[in-house]
């Protein structure tokens, strides 16, 4: 399938594949909102549902102290619950 011919979650499957990326690289990459990328992501995970691959998530953390407890790992939180630092990586997603 040519590239043109496959959706963008197909593009985007394809990508994480190839490399782990956050949202925001994904939505980089395809010219698209972070939501929209996450979005996407969310929807990928739910069609390797009864395939051999998974969507897998290191979860996102928080830079000043550690933190990586959070309880969604699609979403990026927008502060640390323990020490409210703003400084929170987004989570990074691969499909294996």
């Known amino acids: 399938m040519q590239g ?9 499957a394809s990508f ?3 490399r782990p990326a956050e949202a925001g690289q994904i939505a980089t990459e395809f010219e698209i909102t972070t939501a929209a990328a996450l979005t996407h992501v969310e929807h990928i ?3 390797l549902d009864g395939t051999d691959e998974r969507l897998l ?3 996102p953390e928080c830079r000043d102290c550690g933190f990586d ?3 969604s790992l699609i979403n990026r939180p927008s502060r640390c619950p323990t020490c409210k630092s703003e ?3 987004e989570p990074v997603f691969t499909v294996r």
């Not at 043109?4 to 985007?12: F, G, K, M, N």
């Open 45 to 47: 995970s739910k069609s």
């Open 4 to 12: 043109a011919e496959r959706t963008t979650r197909q593009r985007i």
């Open 16 to 18: 994480l594949r190839e």
């Open 69 to 71: 407890g959070f309880d």
């Open 57 to 59: 998530a290191a979860p």
């Open 87 to 89: 400084s929170v990586s």
